[in-house]
């Protein structure tokens, strides 16, 4: 649902998996749909998200607009009876998201926010060492994710009216990162640097859970930064190298002693991580992830809730 870069990008990673299979697309636009499903022999092109909902032949559907059409997406699929996949971030705010999560609950299907950094090999491998204790008690993780992207007034980026900010774009893989780590924020702190059209161009955060543990997240859209994030346990500590938003490689490094590289490197884009777990999902009966509950989703919510309201910027009252 939607036929940007998204689509095109997720729908190239699908014949990577056995079973997998671009059934159709729909846009607002039939000939954006029309150019997605080219090269896929039978997929459809639709010229409405409805249409798209209504297809018998679909199983799942991603849904893959701009930010703000998420939500009245996602309640488009499901009353219509389909599960579905929604690109990050999930919604606006954390209002959004909890009447998105009541209505698939409500409804008994499928939903899952397309986080895809929990499914790549590296994350899977990184949860296993620390849950074996290879860096001791995990005490703190520190993201930095930050590019110089697109800097047009009317670019998804910072544009307000398509969701845009540093805060949405790469504010959200930081948070989630943490909330993998530690759970649900105790505390928030946070400033952004806010630009000539009313987004965050550039943010800092600091997060308190309930063992005292901390993260500290600095990002931007407008700014390159280092794109590592390091998680600090008493024993040692693991980096996740640049990307970290879809990693291939680890560092595993105890104090005075040569790191430990684990290299994870994957074909193609990455996106075949989620959709093998989704299908796993659906082929169980689960109407819920287990590496990516909604309860994440909506803690992760709460903190962009936390955030813009310490900065007194709320493009969408929650």
Avoid at 57 to 82: E, F, Q, S, W
Avoid at 111 to 123: G, K, V
Wanted: charged share 20%.
């Amino acid at each position: 649902m939607g036929a940007g870069q998204m689509a095109a990008k997720f729908a190239s990673d699908l014949p990577r998996l056995p079973g997998a299979r671009l059934t159709a697309v729909g846009s607002l636009s039939l000939q954006r749909a029309e150019a997605v499903v080219k090269p896929y022999s039978g997929a459809k092109a639709f010229g409405s998200y409805e249409d798209l909902a209504a297809c018998p032949d679909v199983d799942i559907i991603y849904v893959a607009t701009r930010n703000p059409r998420h939500c009245p997406c996602v309640y488009l699929c499901l009353n219509a009876g389909k599960p579905v996949l929604c690109e990050k971030p999930f919604a606006l705010n954390a209002t959004e998201a909890r009447q998105m999560i009541d209505l698939a609950r409500e409804r008994k299907l499928f939903l899952m926010e397309a986080m895809w950094t929990r499914f790549f090999p590296a994350i899977r491998e990184m949860m296993r060492l620390i849950q074996e204790g290879a860096i001791g008690q995990t005490r703190m993780i520190n993201v930095n994710f930050g590019y110089a992207g697109d800097p047009s007034p009317q670019g998804r980026l910072l544009n307000p009216a398509l969701g845009g900010g540093t805060l949405m774009d790469v504010g959200v893989y930081a948070i989630a990162l943490a909330n993998m780590l530690f759970g649900r924020a105790d505390r928030v702190s946070s400033f952004a640097g806010i630009g000539t059209t009313g987004v965050d161009e550039a943010l800092a955060i600091l997060m308190q859970f309930g063992g005292g543990e901390l993260a500290t997240c600095n990002c931007s859209v407008m700014l390159h930064t280092f794109k590592e994030a390091d998680i600090i346990g008493t024993t040692g500590r693991i980096r996740i190298h640049e990307p970290c938003w879809k990693p291939h490689t680890l560092s595993l490094i105890y104090h005075g002693k040569e790191p430990r590289v684990l290299s994870h490197p994957y074909p193609g884009l990455g996106y075949q991580f989620e959709i093998a777990e989704v299908m796993r999902c659906l082929q169980e009966g689960l109407l819920e992830c287990p590496l990516m509950p909604l309860d994440d989703t909506l803690a992760v919510m709460e903190v962009v809730d936390a955030c813009r309201l310490q900065w007194k910027h709320i493009y969408r009252q929650p």
